[in-house]
């Protein structure tokens, strides 16, 4: 048993992050997101340090989060693995105001500028102040147990 079986077990939801620096896009499938503050709105994500791509979405100054919708698992497992450019590869990507890429019909984005980066063990944290964001109907995709799958609510 491991801390990474232990936190496995926290249900959460899952997300593409993507950044554009240097003529190039990135992402990753991320879900170490969430809310830092709604005024002014921010939000954090995690990426590893010796990540292929930390150091492209460290300096290119802001990112786009992508919620995924629940039936994008297969955007997610896309977004896990390959080279940057397969993971791009056929997609429609929209531009948000720094040109990260936003991926479409998600059900909803942030695009950010960071505002601080933050060590924490073997990850960074990415704070960002939340430039533009949108969203449409649908429920989220979720992730637990190393499965991906979508919440129900409880009839009250």
Request: proline share 1%.
């Amino acid at each position: 048993m491991s801390i990474k079986d232990a936190m496995s077990c926290f249900t959460t939801g899952v997300t593409v992050v993507t950044a554009h620096t240097q003529g190039q896009d990135w992402g990753m499938t991320c879900n170490s997101f969430n809310t830092v503050s709604l005024d002014p709105a921010m939000v954090l994500w995690s990426v590893r340090k010796t990540s292929h791509s930390h150091a492209a979405f460290v300096n290119a100054g802001g990112y786009m989060v992508n919620v995924l919708g629940a039936q994008q698992k297969d955007l997610a497992l896309k977004f896990a693995q390959g080279t940057q450019p397969e993971r791009f590869e056929g997609l429609h990507l929209l531009r948000g105001v720094n040109q990260h890429a936003r991926l479409e019909d998600v059900i909803a984005w942030f695009d950010c500028r960071i505002a601080h980066v933050v060590s924490a063990g073997d990850h960074d944290i990415l704070i960002g102040e939340v430039l533009d964001f949108g969203v449409q109907a649908g429920h989220g995709l979720a992730y637990a147990q190393r499965s991906f799958g979508v919440l129900a609510a409880f009839d009250e």
